[in-house]
T-cell receptor, first 118, second 114 residues
Framework: DAGVIQSPRHEVTEMGQEVTLRCKPI?????LFWYRQTMMRGLELLIY????????DSGMPEDRFSAKMPNASFSTLKIQPSEPRDSAVYFC????????????????FGAGTRLSVL | AQSVTQPDIHITVSEGASLELRCNYS??????LFWYVQSPGQGLQLLLK??????LVQGIKGFEAEFKRSQSSFNLRKPSVHWSDAAEYFC????????????FGGGTRVLVKP
């Protein structure tokens, strides 16, 4: 399997522009997670989906952020309008339920998208 | 709420020397624990995990970790470090009220001296 695929790897944009980050999870995985990594706050979970349905979006910083999962093989994280403080590395991860309990899961991460908002 | 603390932000170690990275967690039940490694410009790769059973778990790249319930710790070790081990290491916990949400520690950046 190719693993979790994120695009683009790097994105440079100007403040106020719309930014769309993309993620293709591992085939067969039914959970998808979006994380943000910054020096100040470390790794933060933004939102996660189960079977394409958003389960917990409590980590989404504000209304400028939105995420969708139109099908099992694709998800987007959109920032509109973008601000310089949104500059970070955004990771997507996917997993599926292992035997013995829902928490015994290993999340597989993509390589991330490094976003710079000028 | 569960939390993970990695007390050491940076560690410098000589190549060939041993390495130990500390991880302490706060969790109300039996935790499911993970160590991930992030090489520069890369995503996170799972090194090892602890779900239950033997408290000493072996992982990839020669790493091992020991779960100590009495100390709420899950420290990562490697007997002899290679230059390629220079990276950032994250301890994480999942489960309980948080369901499938991973809670990460702040990370420890490891620098390997020749």
């Amino acid at each position: 399997d190719a693993g979790v695929i994120q695009s683009p790897r790097h994105e440079v944009t100007e403040m106020g522009q719309e930014v769309t980050l993309r993620c293709k999870p591992i085939s067969g995985h039914d959970y998808l997670f979006w994380y943000r990594q910054t020096m100040m706050r470390g790794l933060e979970l933004l939102i996660y989906f189960n079977n394409n349905v958003p389960i917990d979006d409590s980590g989404m910083p504000e209304d400028r952020f939105s995420a969708k999962m139109p099908n099992a093989s694709f998800s987007t994280l959109k920032i509109q309008p973008s601000e310089p403080r949104d500059s970070a590395v955004y990771f997507c991860a996917s997993t599926t339920i292992a035997g013995g309990g829902s928490a015994k899961t290993i999340q597989y991460f993509g390589a991330g998208t490094r976003l710079s908002v000028l | 709420a569960q939390s993970v603390t990695q007390p050491d932000i940076h560690i410098t170690v000589s190549e060939g020397a041993s390495l130990e990275l500390r991880c302490n967690y706060s969790y109300g039940a039996t935790p499911y624990l993970f160590w991930y490694v992030q090489s520069p410009g890369q995503g996170l790769q799972l090194l090892l995990k602890y779900f239950s059973g033997d408290t000493l778990v072996q992982g990839i790249k020669g790493f091992e970790a020991e779960f100590k319930r009495s100390q709420s710790s899950f420290n990562l070790r490697k007997p002899s470090v290679h230059w390629s081990d220079a990276a950032e290491y994250f301890c994480a916990v999942v489960g309980g009220a948080a369901g499938n949400k991973l809670t990460f520690g702040g990370g420890t950046r490891v620098l390997v001296k020749p």
